[in-house]
């Protein structure tokens, strides 16, 4: 008698926790706006309308009548669009500050209390309407902590709130390149050189072992220094740094594990040999010769602008030594005639920013750099919409507003394509379905710095 009384309320509780469920999942939203833009068109639709159940968009389009016993929410004069997604972000790192005081921080903070600052990183970064972002690197000097890794976990159990994402763990790099954690410090300070397992590897062998260790460890995307950088000390700006022998295998290895390729590259003879071994995408891409922008054109490779970074570097030169100061303006000067061209010769571009060179969650400032740099609205926003999703290789995920694409929706104040700056104005954030924003955000964009974050000079 007891027993059979314990069953029966176990399966009233079963019953009661399966109408819960299949009530959430069946709930539908209907999300309306002045306008929507669908990720891949060539002009907004008036009067734009999602419909959201669960987790999915189940209509989209101009005057679409709404189902009865839906929940509506009407956003006004504001436009609909896709989720937008940033290529190239660091969640785990902050650079935004002074230079040598952040190089300081890094040795001196525990990485637990570092990862704990990524989640804040990672909610304005969502909340600014980017819900979904490739993480192209994040590493501690002397630690072998993924901490992207367990960002991006943490956010797809609903721990943490945050965008999807794609991360690469370390990145993979030359000894004394780019993504050399030790280089600038004194000699053997750590006690010994990195290696595959911290992402540097010489030879075609040895990036084989490291393309395969970051997937091991979760890499969703394998990144790569194929050239200096800017705010790195031992190397110069765009000199090659791995050879087209090393390069073949790290595409080879990547595409064999079903990975896309990502290449830190400022140099034009880098980015050369790099898109002729077959990566996915170039990021920065600042000193690129017409040329090797046909050779991408002709071979689909995509650029990633990141014109964030220098825009911010430039605009706070103080912050950096003056090795630093140097490299940045050589580029600062060479990317915007690059990108010109880009546009021009129609090469395909995915918007990316670089986030952590400035601080988290003002992403959307791409938008007008690229549109003063001669790109139509329309086209800068699919640069962050359905070009994005193209280069992720999760297109048919989301990345647009269509019946049955994943529910990432945000709404922005105003008309984007009259006023590109609309975009840094989102008002409502949706990632798969559920409110993540809707009116002001939950906390001004993170300085770690403790700076208020300044607006950044036009170009
Ligand atoms: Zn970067």
């Known amino acids: 008698m007891k027993s059979s009384t314990a069953l029966r309320s176990i399966l009233v509780l079963l019953a009661l926790a399966l109408a819960i469920t299949v009530q959430a999942a069946d709930k539908t939203i209907v999300l309306k706006a002045a306008r929507l833009f669908d990720g891949k068109s060539k002009a907004l639709v008036q ?33 609909l669009s ?10 785990t790192l902050d ?18 209390e570092q990862a704990i600052m990524a989640t804040k990183h990672a909610r304005a970064t969502v909340e600014a309407g980017f819900t979904t972002v490739r993480d192209l690197g994040s590493r501690f000097v002397g630690s072998k902590e993924m901490v992207d890794v367990a960002l991006r976990n943490s956010i797809n159990k609903g721990v943490i709130v945050g965008p999807r994402m794609l991360v690469a763990t370390f990145g993979i790099g030359a000894t004394g390149g780019h993504f050399d954690p030790t280089s600038g410090f004194r ?58 022998a090393e390069m073949a295998a790290l595409v080879d290895e990547s595409h064999r594990l079903r990975k896309k390729v990502a290449v830190h590259c400022h140099g034009d003879q880098a980015a050369k040999e790099a898109v ?87 992403n959307a400032k791409e938008f007008k750099l690229m ?39 945000i709404a922005m104040a105003g008309d984007p394509t009259t006023d590109i700056t609309a975009t840094e104005r989102v008002s409502f954030v949706m990632k798969e379905g559920k409110i993540i924003r809707n009116g002001p955000p939950s906390s001004a964009p993170v300085a770690e710095s403790g700076e208020t974050p300044v607006e950044i000079p036009a170009d």
């Open 47 to 79: 009067n734009g309308v999602v419909i959201v159940q669960g987790n999915k968009i189940v209509d989209v389009g101009g005057n679409l009548s709404e189902p009865g016993d839906a929940q509506v929410i009407d956003l006004g004069d504001a436009t």
């Open 82 to 91: 896709p989720g937008f997604m940033d290529g190239h972000t660091h969640l």
């Open 95 to 112: 650079f935004s500050g002074n230079y040598n005081e952040r190089r300081l921080k890094e040795v001196d903070l525990n990485v637990s």
């Open 187 to 244: 000699d053997m300070l750590f006690g010994r050189e990195p290696d595959f397992s911290d992402g540097i590897a010489d030879g075609p062998d040895a990036i084989r072992k490291a393309v395969r260790f970051e997937v091991k460890n979760g890499a969703d995307v394998i990144k790569a220094a194929v050239s200096g950088g800017v705010l790195s000390l031992a190397d110069e700006v765009d000199t090659p740094q791995l050879t087209p």
């Open 276 to 362: 002729e071994a077959g990566v996915d995408s170039i990021e920065h891409g600042s000193f690129l010769k017409p040329e090797t922008l046909t050779l991408m054109k002709n071979k689909g490779t995509y650029l990633t602008p990141t014109l964030m970074a220098t825009e911010w570097i430039l605009g706070k030169i103080d912050n950096y030594p003056p090795a630093l100061q140097a490299k940045a303006k050589a580029a600062g000067a060479a990317r915007s005639e690059m990108f010109r061209n880009a546009v021009k010769m129609g090469v395909k571009i995915s918007f990316g920013t670089d986030a952590a060179v400035f601080p988290h969650g003002q």
């Open 371 to 409: 549109v003063d740099l001669g790109m139509p609205a329309i086209d800068a926003l699919k640069t962050a919409t359905g070009n994005a999703a193209d280069l992720f290789g999760i297109a048919q995920k989301t990345g647009t507003l269509e019946k049955g694409k994943l529910a990432d929706v």
